[in-house]
């Protein structure tokens, strides 16, 4: 079963901007703190942008002040706009839908990954 779709990544020469979008089912949007992750060759997994349940958002310090996490709730659809790029972002990136539910709620615990997007900076 496909819960997160992610749009295709792309090439994209330094200093250059590409928005990322994932589409979720509209019962994982919303009960979920989305967010967006990315994993380089030869690295971890790492948090890039992400909603909280409470309505905040955490960006990776690495990326502050040049991505933004946006979302679209008649869309179901989270975005990551990411401007003035570097050749250290290249990664695949993987949209996440955390569950926010209560913890006595069915199925409470689920961790839903889409499923991957490269994105290039490269000259």
């Known amino acids: 079963q496909v819960r997160l779709v992610e749009s295709e990544g792309g090439l994209v020469q330094p200093g250059g901007s590409l928005r990322l979008s994932c589409a979720a089912s509209?019962?994982?949007?919303?009960?979920?703190?989305m967010g967006w992750y990315r994993q380089a060759p030869g690295k971890q997994r790492e948090l890039v942008a992400a909603?909280?349940?409470?309505?905040?958002?955490n960006y990776a310090d690495s990326v502050k002040g040049r991505f933004t996490i946006s979302r679209d709730n008649a869309k179901n659809t989270v975005y990551l706009q990411m401007n003035s790029l570097k050749p250290e972002d290249t990664a695949v990136y993987y949209c996440?839908?955390?569950?926010?539910?209560?913890?006595?709620?069915?199925?409470?615990?689920?961790?839903?990954w889409g499923q991957g997007t490269q994105v290039t900076v490269s000259s």
């Open positions: 996440n839908a955390k569950s926010s539910l209560p913890t006595w709620y069915p199925n409470s615990g689920y961790d839903y």
């Open positions: 909603f909280t349940s409470g309505g905040s958002t």
């Open positions: 509209g019962s994982i949007f919303r009960s979920s703190a």
